[in-house]
């Protein structure tokens, strides 16, 4: 059997918020979007311009209005750039830097339901 990633899938309270987010932050935009009929829940999946085959999938349940327990946050993102000084710049300016490692050369981010993504130079 041959298994290949597809999607890693996060809730969120605040599905407008979550895409301009991601979208302004990651340049992730929506690929496509999958609606209850009864409105009881929204999926969206977020890709990269097809520079590559996995897809953050974003779901909003109409019924949940506390945050989510995030744990200790252990599970997280990673995500690389070309451009991590321009990267890092950018999300200093929006405000969303939660943590930076200056020894390994690697930064996290919160989104706006606060899990953390991990930024790192592509040669890494």
């Given amino acids: 059997m041959n298994f290949k990633f597809y999607h890693n899938n996060i809730n969120v309270l605040n599905l ?10 990651l340049n992730l935009k929506e690929t496509r979007r999958i609606e209850a009929e009864d409105g009881s829940f929204i999926i969206v999946y977020l890709g990269d311009n097809n520079q590559t085959s996995h897809f953050l ?3 909003w349940l109409r019924d949940r209005k506390e945050p989510y327990n995030l744990g200790d946050n ?13 990267a890092l710049q950018k999300h200093k300016d929006m405000g969303c830097v939660c943590y930076i490692n200056e020894d390994m050369g690697i930064y996290f ?3 706006p339901d606060g899990y953390w993504i991990e930024i790192l130079p592509r040669h890494m």
């Fill in 16 to 25: 407008d918020k979550s895409l301009k987010f991601y979208e302004q932050a």
């Fill in 57 to 59: 999938e974003l779901t």
């Fill in 74 to 86: 252990e599970f997280h993102l990673a995500l690389y750039t070309d451009e991590y000084e321009e």
């Fill in 109 to 111: 981010i919160n989104d």
